[in-house]
């Protein structure tokens, strides 16, 4: 991930946590949850681009920050699935349909 989407997804985690303190080892608990985070949402809700921009505004980083607030107060991941599962299966939805769409398109610009 590039370092400006980094330090604005950590930014707006830290927000979404109330976090105030500008530590290195804060900084560095928040880059470890986001990294790993970005990777279960990614699963989650099946976005297959591994270059996904979460820094924008959207559902996924909603999502994101959620987790990350999840995971930072040391919540269950189970909680924050049963709590957010309408969401999850809306955004996979939604990633299903798209990538039918494009590989249906694939298809017929093949044939």
Same mark, same amino acid.
């Given at each position: 991930?590039?370092?400006?989407?980094?330090?604005?997804?950590?930014?707006?985690?830290?927000?979404?946590?109330?976090?105030?303190?500008?530590?290195?080892?804060?900084?560095?608990?928040?880059?470890?949850?986001?990294?790993? %985070?970005?990777?279960?949402?990614?699963?989650?809700?099946?976005?297959?681009?591994?270059?996904?921009?979460?820094?924008? %505004?959207?559902?996924?980083?909603?999502?994101?920050?959620?987790?990350?607030?999840?995971?930072?107060?040391?919540?269950?991941?189970?909680?924050?699935?049963?709590?957010?599962?309408?969401?999850?299966?809306?955004?996979?939805?939604?990633?299903?349909?798209?990538? %039918?769409?494009?590989?249906?398109?694939?298809?017929?610009?093949?044939?």
């Amino acid at each position: 991930m590039e370092d400006i989407k980094k330090v604005i997804l950590i930014q707006i985690v830290k927000r979404k946590c109330y976090i105030t303190d500008n530590s290195d080892l804060i900084k560095n608990r928040l880059e470890d949850i986001i990294d790993d %985070a970005i990777i279960k949402i990614t699963e989650m809700i099946g976005i297959k681009d591994n270059n996904f921009d979460f820094s924008q %505004a959207g559902p996924e980083r909603d999502l994101l920050k959620n987790y990350c607030f999840y995971v930072w107060n040391d919540k269950s991941i189970k909680e924050f699935e049963d709590n957010y599962i309408s969401d999850i299966l809306k955004l996979r939805h939604k990633y299903i349909v798209e990538y %039918a769409d494009k590989e249906s398109e694939t298809s017929i610009n093949n044939d």
